[in-house]
């Protein structure tokens, strides 16, 4: 015959003021557990925060060390003799159609109402359209098409951001050839200091026939890239 299992002693009931005691006391931890968990989201949240802008501030860091400065030059020139430099005696009247211009590339003669906007392209750029660049006091750098990336990055170095058109340009009498307004310079390598010399002297010339007027706001050829 087997044993009766032993009853279990009642729960002791709790009085009222017990619980009550009881319920504040679990609030309590509750209440302690929920401020714990919250300090460590915050605590997360500053380092994930301090992490962050740690990278941006690096990535800004990086990117303006090895983002390329635009070359700087003081606008207008002295009156300083470059070496090689040719100048000419082009007219500027502004005309419809194609225009047979007396250098390769232009410097300087009739051209089209609307100027090119200056920049970096990589097609050929209208030439009655760079023209009229010129006409404002920029600068036309002209390259052969079968020069190396090396040396073409070499020459976007010297160049400045504004008031500049760089592009490819066929059979050139050299490799790069420099136009302002009725000025020239030939050049065979992409290093040559006359480069930044011709740039000092004639970049934004106040001898050109509207200098100062907008390099901005009128017509991109094809291929431009900035």
């Known amino acids: 015959m087997s044993a009766t299992p032993p009853v279990p002693p009642k729960a002791k009931k709790l009085s009222v003021k017990e619980q009550r005691a009881a319920e504040r006391q679990r609030k309590l931890e509750?209440?302690?557990r929920r401020e714990a968990k919250s300090r460590r989201n915050r605590r997360i949240a500053i380092w994930s925060g301090s992490i962050?802008?740690?990278?941006v501030v690096g990535l800004?860091?990086?990117s303006i060390v090895l983002t390329p400065?635009?070359?700087?030059?003081?606008?207008?020139?002295?009156?300083?003799?470059?070496?090689?430099?040719?100048?000419?005696?082009?007219?500027?009247?502004?005309?419809e159609g194609v225009v047979d211009y007396p250098q390769t590339p232009p410097a300087?003669?009739?051209?089209?109402?609307?100027?090119?906007?200056?920049?970096?392209y990589t097609e050929p750029v209208p030439n009655e359209n760079a023209v009229h660049s010129l006409e404002h006091g920029a600068i036309w750098v002209t390259y052969d098409p079968s020069l190396s990336d090396a040396d073409l990055e070499t020459l976007k170095s010297k160049l400045p951001s504004t008031y500049i058109v760089l592009s490819p340009f066929d059979d050139l009498p050299s490799p790069i050839v420099l136009s302002g307004w009725n000025t020239q310079l030939q050049v065979d390598e992409a290093d040559d200091p006359r480069i930044a010399e011709f740039l000092e002297e004639y970049w934004q010339s106040q001898n050109v026939p509207e200098p100062g007027a907008l390099c901005t706001g009128a017509i991109d050829a094809p291929g431009k890239v900035s």
Not at 52 to 55: I, L, R, T
Not at 79 to 92: H, I, K, L, M, R
Not at 108 to 120: D, I, R, S
């Open 30 to 32: 509750e209440f302690r």
């Open 108 to 120: 300087g003669g009739e051209h089209n109402p609307a100027w090119l906007n200056c920049g970096v």
């Open 69 to 95: 400065q635009a070359a700087r030059y003081t606008a207008g020139g002295e009156g300083a003799t470059v070496e090689g430099v040719e100048t000419f005696e082009n007219t500027s009247n502004h005309v």
């Open 60 to 62: 800004l860091i990086t």
């Open 52 to 55: 962050a802008a740690a990278v």
